[in-house]
């Protein structure tokens, strides 16, 4: 399914090819709540970063979070990298380069009318900050971390893949 994108203040276009469309992983983390997360919560999807084109290159820029240990190691920055409109601060996608054929769009800065998914997976939820309410539907499945199921494997179990 050919995603298009945009950041709010339009600087920002880009187009993607993904096979996980469906919004369906709310994480709760807390780089994702703080950096993206305006309900408390960030969605991403997967799409083919070789199939990635975009306009407005010279509006984006990156950030790697800082991944802070509460068990006293030290803090490392996160090789992933968060792209962002630095006009409008939209969050647009991340890349990493630990799984470099792929890309994770926000659903917020998806303008494709996206399928409503059956069963969502909220994730992350030991990080939710405490005024967050997580709307859990009887079908969806909630872990204090990351499940062991990621985005190809979920649209795989519910036939929801597409070309």
């Excluded at 298009?4 to 096979?19: N, P, Y």
């Excluded at 030290?74 to 792929?102: M, V």
């Excluded at 009318?113 to 059956?118: A, D, G, H, S």
Aim: glycine residues 6%; negative net charge.
């Amino acid at each position: 399914m050919l995603l298009e994108g945009s950041c709010h203040c339009r600087a920002v276009t880009f187009r993607v090819q993904s096979r996980h469309p469906y919004p369906f992983n709310l994480c709760y983390c807390s780089i994702c709540r703080k950096t993206a997360g305006a309900g408390g919560y960030a969605i991403n999807l997967s799409a083919a970063f070789d199939t990635l084109e975009v306009d407005g290159t010279e509006h984006i820029a990156v950030y790697q979070a800082i991944m802070r240990h509460d068990d006293g190691r030290a803090d490392e920055q996160s090789p992933a990298e968060r792209r962002f409109c630095k006009i409008c601060g939209s969050q647009l996608w991340l890349w990493d380069p630990r799984w470099p054929d792929l890309m994770h769009p926000h659903a917020s800065a998806i303008d494709t009318p996206l399928p409503p998914p059956p069963e969502r997976t909220h994730l992350m939820l030991g990080s939710k900050s405490d005024w967050v309410e997580p709307a859990c539907g009887p079908h969806d499945l909630s872990f204090d971390q990351y499940p062991e199921e990621g985005i190809a494997d979920w649209h795989r179990r519910l036939g929801l893949e597409t070309d």
